[in-house]
């Protein structure tokens, strides 16, 4: 990874630090509120899976807690280097063992997003891997509106929380009710329905728009297109050279359009000059009688192939597919998988985001810095309320993020409740 930001972190020093994050830091009570659901139904959390992977690669699948202060006593026990989060099953995922095979089933779970920045790498200059840089990050930026966008206005879900890694990439969790009831069928036309870049490695045109472009679609290309000129064109010079633009140009179906274009390539004297007149000549050459009809939307293909939003949709589908959890620690950045608002998705720097190092020094200080004085004449003042450990330090606007993630859901789970109650006759 590289950044403008000088690294405080050293993975020697994890087994060091996460016994304090966890102890100190980690929002067990918010994290409990959400996993919880308000207790609807009670069985919600306690048939919740967890996954931990411990020190040396161990990994212990189908952990689950009775309630918040064994969650909080086994995670401080065990001090994982990773948490993954599963379905809620139909029995206790811990007795698992102890119930028929067929009996145990994932029942519901959140629906999930996963964007890696390695899935970009065929339209990537600058790095390439795990790596990413200032140059490579507009496009979370880009996938984080575009994916928000779809499930806000075209599935109508109204609690999503968005994630960093902790590295190279974005999650997403749609935790409305109506979601985390939905079946892997479901899933997968979802995560379909926002796949449009397909093909591996060796197929050259990836994005393909019929005659009438869908709604949705127009506004990723209105997304994209706030970001192509700055991000595509200067920051990774798509058409720069010679190997850069004949992968554009192989996007452009008509070989006539090709001709023209290759020759507006070797006109132009940079990236910017050589996509502008590009796209001046395809505006022409649409208004007037050439026959391009098969490149009618080749602009537009171009943005979306080289900016859309590439899911992994195998992590979508599954009911059962693990995500690792908010607010873990990347073992090898140090960086805490933190919230990100989408609101202020063009201010979030993953290279500021605060690392365990780091929190565990803010702490000290601040308690260094804040430490009682000690009274000479024998009245010591009255003891201040203890303040949150997490407030001390660089997390506190990610967990305010979070918070206003749960609290816009406990509402629901209010009404839910006295509904249940209602019918119980419970008064």
């Not at 040396?56 to 918040?68: E, L, T």
């Not at 993954?84 to 029942?107: C, E, N």
């Not at 006109?267 to 796209?279: F, I, Q, T």
């Not at 365990?356 to 004449?377: A, G, M, R, Y």
Request: proline share 5%; net charge neutral; aromatic share 10%.
């Amino acid at each position: 990874m590289t950044g403008d930001t000088k690294p405080t972190y050293s993975p020697d020093e994890l087994p060091e630090y996460l016994p304090v994050y966890y102890k100190r830091l980690f929002p067990y009570s918010l994290y409990f509120r959400w996993l919880n659901y308000g207790g609807v139904p009670k069985t919600y959390f306690c048939n919740r899976e967890f996954s931990f992977t411990l020190k040396d690669d161990v990994y212990i699948r189908y952990q689950s807690f009775a309630d918040q202060q064994e969650m909080e006593k086994q995670i401080q026990r065990q001090c994982p280097y990773k948490i993954d989060i599963g379905a809620v099953f139909s029995h206790k995922p811990k007795d698992h063992k102890t119930v028929k095979p067929t009996a145990f089933q994932a029942l519901e779970k959140e629906l999930v997003f996963d964007i890696d920045m390695t899935d970009y790498d065929d339209v990537r200059s600058c790095c390439q891997g795990a790596d990413i840089c200032a140059k490579c990050w507009p496009l979370m930026r880009m996938a984080i509106k575009i994916v928000d966008a779809a499930l806000r206005d075209d599935f109508g879900f109204d609690h999503r929380l968005w994630v960093y890694s902790g590295r190279r990439g974005v999650h997403c969790w749609v935790a409305d009710e109506a979601a985390r009831k939905l079946s892997q069928n479901a899933r997968t036309a979802v995560a379909e329905y926002l796949s449009i870049v397909k093909g591996g490695e060796n197929k050259v045109r990836k994005v393909h728009l019929g005659e009438n472009i869908h709604p949705s679609i127009e506004r990723a290309v209105k997304i994209i297109n706030d970001y192509f000129i700055d991000y595509a064109i200067e920051k990774q010079d798509i058409l720069g050279d010679k190997e850069s633009w004949e992968k554009v140009l192989a996007i452009i179906p008509d070989e006539k359009y090709q001709e023209i274009a290759l020759k507006l390539m070797e006109k132009g004297k940079s990236s910017k000059e050589r996509w502008e007149s590009l796209a001046e000549t395809h505006r022409r050459l649409m208004k007037g009688d050439a026959n391009i009809h098969k490149s009618q939307h080749c602009i537009r293909e171009i943005g979306l192939q080289y900016c859309y939003p590439r899911l992994d949709v195998n992590v979508s589908k599954g009911i059962n597919h693990l995500l690792k959890s908010p607010f873990c620690v990347h073992p090898k950045t140090g960086r805490v998988c933190v919230p990100i608002d989408p609101e202020e998705v063009d201010s979030f720097d993953p290279f500021t985001v605060p690392d365990i190092s780091q929190l565990c020094k803010e702490i000290d200080e601040f308690d260094q810095k804040n430490k009682p004085v000690e009274s000479t004449d024998g009245d010591q003042p009255p003891p201040k309320k203890k303040m949150k450990d997490y407030k001390k330090t660089s997390l506190l606007k990610s967990i305010e993020v979070f918070e206003r993630f749960v609290s816009g859901m406990e509402s629901i789970w209010k009404e839910k409740r006295l509904e249940i109650s209602d019918q119980k006759g419970d008064f």
